[in-house]
């Protein structure tokens, strides 16, 4: 069986992943960047769709267990004391919240794992479970790297094989399933979409696919703004996860 996380940006893009047959989320904002933490509005928002921790199905409107993901800016995954201290922060808020866990990469200065930070943010979420992202494809040794997240009791990497994109990573993603997929949850992420999944699925051997499935959103008050830009010439478009794209992701998985 193939399970599906929806990477959700936001409250609508959530809602589609629930509506349209997504396992499970990771939930962020600005995917633009890579994404980022969630605003505080977001999250407490997103609690009336998804599964919580103790949540027990009963008959009840369908939903999801969410994990959130936790970087407070862009750039790359090497953070100072003041923001890991932020990242721990909000790790608080999102487990008094009650989702399933969080997502999180931190990485030191000679581009190996930060292990005191990222036993710092545990800690943080003790109880949670966690999901280390592609801050594994940035990192020096990512096999070394990968035998230490097990240890630290993470239970899903999201990956894209060392690769701009999981397709183009696909010979590191399977290195990865053979050697450590009985251990740890491999997950491809990184350009995943309905045309390609069941090939990388096929070459891969995974049981876990991330994609956001994203389209722009057709109103975007066009009569404003015609050109999709402001006066300042700032883009006035956005995406959102298409529910249609993702009930046809699901329909190619689940064949």
Do not use: W
């Amino acid at each position: 069986m193939i399970r599906f996380e929806l990477c959700a940006n936001g409250y609508e893009s959530l809602l589609n992943g629930v509506d349209g047959g997504a396992d499970c989320a990771e939930l962020c904002e600005a995917l633009e960047v890579g994404g980022l933490t969630p605003s505080l509005g977001t999250l407490k928002r997103c609690t009336q769709i998804m599964q919580c921790v103790d949540e027990i199905d009963s008959g009840s409107p369908r939903r999801i267990p969410v994990r959130v993901l936790v970087r407070c800016r862009p750039g790359n995954y090497i953070y100072n004391d003041d923001e890991v201290a932020i990242m721990c922060e909000d790790i608080k808020t999102i487990k008094n919240l009650g989702y399933e866990g969080v997502v999180i990469g931190v990485l030191n200065a000679e581009g190996d794992l930060d292990v005191p930070a990222i036993k710092k943010m545990m800690a943080s979420g003790d109880g949670m479970k966690f999901t280390f992202h592609r801050a594994i494809d940035a990192c020096n040794n990512p096999i070394d790297a990968m035998e230490t997240l097990i240890n630290l009791g993470f239970d899903k990497v999201l990956t894209s094989g060392c690769k701009p994109t999981a397709y183009e990573g696909i010979d590191m993603i399977r290195e990865f399933q053979t050697l450590f997929g009985d251990r740890i949850n491999i997950m491809a992420g990184g350009g995943i979409n309905e045309s390609n999944v069941e090939r990388i699925i096929t070459a891969t051997g995974i049981c876990n696919v991330h994609a956001s499935l994203t389209s722009e959103v057709a109103d975007n008050h066009s009569d404003l703004y015609p050109n999709d830009i402001d006066n300042t010439g700032a883009s006035m478009t956005y995406k959102v996860s298409n529910l249609i794209r993702i009930t046809e992701f699901v329909d190619v998985i689940n064949i």
